[in-house]
């Protein structure tokens, strides 16, 4: 049993909206294929992985260092001890060998594809479900129901706030009961009249979570969390930069409301920063680090051990990205939910085909693997990088 190859293509994701730090209209994202020489099924075994929006595609460093490691590697040195499946962990210790620690810009975005194509293919070597694998291994049960939310209310041109309204409407109609939208990109007193629409759209029917994507300093995040705090929100999101810990910390006193940040972290030593440092609060806030960004699954079990040290559970972890990975982690091991982009960002975002939103939660189906082959569009790409 082995890693025959490694392949890596950088698609498009790029769309005209924009946030209050970047816009979208060169968004790549790397897709990434795992072919091993395991046939299950008649059909040889792929794992597919591939990053989520907001950091671009990394074939320059997936092409230059990654997958000329695990090729260099002695294929058995890749296996678990019953050398019936390939190991994570061992997969993930040969990619980041001679990487010194710290810094951890673009190479968690290479590793944590990576990562992920190579945990569907260890699923799909199981015959399982991922979110099935996942919780045998932690000796949990497996829930398949998940809370996922809507995210959107991006900036665009010429978007008033009567398509801002239709847009959440639109999500209420597809079963989500939490929307979220973007802040921080236009001038408070614009950004309360586009939040006050949004409430008064949504009603009684769902709660509103606001997203600054890390652009405030720290008395503008202030200002606004005197404004915010007025409104029944799910969260504020990401107020100040990712890491500026104090920002974070000193912003609880002002806002006592649930915040949530975590998106910008990709390593767990970052994210236990952020437990120490951050003054974030275990019965109300929120946790988004994404396994796709982050080095993967394997580093997100070390930061979820990191929580568990900070006494936080990780129901209070709902990750950023969209993607079917994090659901199986949400299903295999008891994550909050996860967070989904109905009309944005496809077709690597959504669910497998088929499956509904309904109370905003979805009920995961049981496909071998991360479910890729289970959303046609997104499979399409897969199989063409693999063949
Ligand atoms: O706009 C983005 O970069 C995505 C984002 O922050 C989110 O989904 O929370
Ligand atoms: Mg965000």
Redesign the pocket.
């Known amino acids: 049993m082995q890693i025959l190859e490694i392949r890596e293509v950088t698609k498009p994701i790029a769309s005209p909206?924009r946030?209050a730090?970047?816009d979208?209209s060169k968004m790549t994202s790397s897709l990434v294929a795992v072919v091993t020489d395991v046939v299950r099924d008649g059909k040889r075994v792929v794992g597919y992985g591939f990053n989520s929006?907001?950091r671009y595609g990394q074939g320059g460093l997936i092409r230059e260092r990654f997958m000329r490691r695990v090729a260099e590697a002695d294929p058995a040195s890749l296996l678990n001890d019953a050398q019936d499946n390939l190991d994570p962990d061992r997969v993930w210790a040969t990619l980041m060998s001679n990487e010194k620690p710290g810094g951890h810009g673009e190479r968690s975005v290479a590793v944590g594809t990576i990562d992920m194509a190579v945990w569907d293919a260890v699923a799909k070597i199981a015959g399982k479900p991922l979110f099935r694998l996942l919780a045998e291994r932690h000796g949990r049960e497996a829930d398949p129901r998940v809370f996922v939310y809507a995210?959107g209310g991006?900036y665009y041109p010429g978007k008033d706030l009567s398509a801002l309204r239709a847009e959440m409407r639109g999500y209420l109609d597809r079963g989500y009961n939490v929307v979220?939208m973007?802040i921080g990109g236009a001038p408070l007193a614009e950004d309360a009249r586009r939040i006050e629409a949004v409430l008064a759209e949504i009603g009684s029917q769902a709660q509103l979570a606001v997203?600054a994507?890390g652009r405030f300093d720290l008395d503008t995040a202030i200002a606004y969390a005197r404004v915010l705090r007025d409104y029944p929100l799910f969260w504020y999101?990401?107020a100040g930069d990712p890491l500026d810990y104090r920002l974070q910390s000193v912003l609880a006193e002002y806002y006592p409301g649930p915040m949530a940040t975590g998106?910008n972290l990709f390593s767990h030593q970052d994210a236990r920063n952020l437990l120490r440092y951050g003054g974030m609060r275990p019965d109300r806030d929120w946790l988004?680090f994404d396994c796709a960004l982050s080095y993967g699954l394997c580093e997100y079990l070390r930061t979820l051990r990191e929580l568990e040290i900070a006494g936080w559970s990780c129901s209070r972890c709902i990750p950023?990205?969209?993607h079917q990975m994090s659901l199986n982690i949400a299903a295999g091991l008891g994550l909050g939910g996860n967070?989904s982009?109905p009309d944005l960002f496809q077709p690597y975002g959504g669910f497998p085909d088929g499956v509904r939103v309904e109370n905003g939660h979805i009920v995961m189906p049981e496909l071998p693997g991360i479910g890729f082959e289970g959303k046609q569009d997104l499979y399409k790409e897969m199989r063409e990088l693999a063949q």
């Open positions: 909206i946030n730090y970047i979208f929006n907001g995210a991006y979220k973007k997203d994507n999101e990401e998106e988004q950023h990205g969209g967070e982009y």
